[in-house]
């Protein structure tokens, strides 16, 4: 069971920026990837953006492509979430978690952290 957390979330309006993170220890050493999931009130939690730890590929949903940047610092252990020009369907509460990735997909996962959550409104 890989704990992972997140932070950064907050409340924008609108065209604003964000960036979330993920830290946990020995991130950047895992065998599959890292995903970013979101979950609006009432919805299912979605795939947003994974990165493959050994080969650097991303995934992207296409609600999210031209938007979001997902990147990594392996001295910090962190995967960060980069979202620009949020917009009020962006409004979700964000997780992490290991799992497989290639630029086709994202797997899921059962372990699940707290959260950080993002609101877009104006």
């Known amino acids: 069971q890989v704990q992972l957390v997140e932070s950064g979330g907050g409340s924008v309006q609108p065209g604003d920026s964000l960036r979330l993170s993920c830290a946990g220890p020995?991130?950047?050493?895992?065998?599959?990837?890292v995903g970013w999931f979101r979950q609006a009130p009432g919805k299912e939690r979605l795939g947003v953006s994974c990165l493959n730890s050994a080969s650097g590929l991303t995934f992207y949903a296409d609600s999210v492509k031209g938007r979001f940047t997902i990147s990594r610092d392996n001295a910090k252990n962190t995967v960060y979430l980069q979202m620009n020009s949020l917009k009020a369907e962006d409004t979700a509460v964000y997780y992490c978690?290991?799992?497989?990735?290639?630029?086709?997909?994202?797997?899921?996962?059962?372990?699940w952290g707290q959260g950080t959550q993002v609101t877009v409104s104006s």
């Open positions: 020995g991130i950047s050493a895992k065998v599959y990837g």
């Open positions: 978690a290991v799992v497989p990735c290639d630029p086709q997909g994202m797997g899921v996962s059962r372990d």
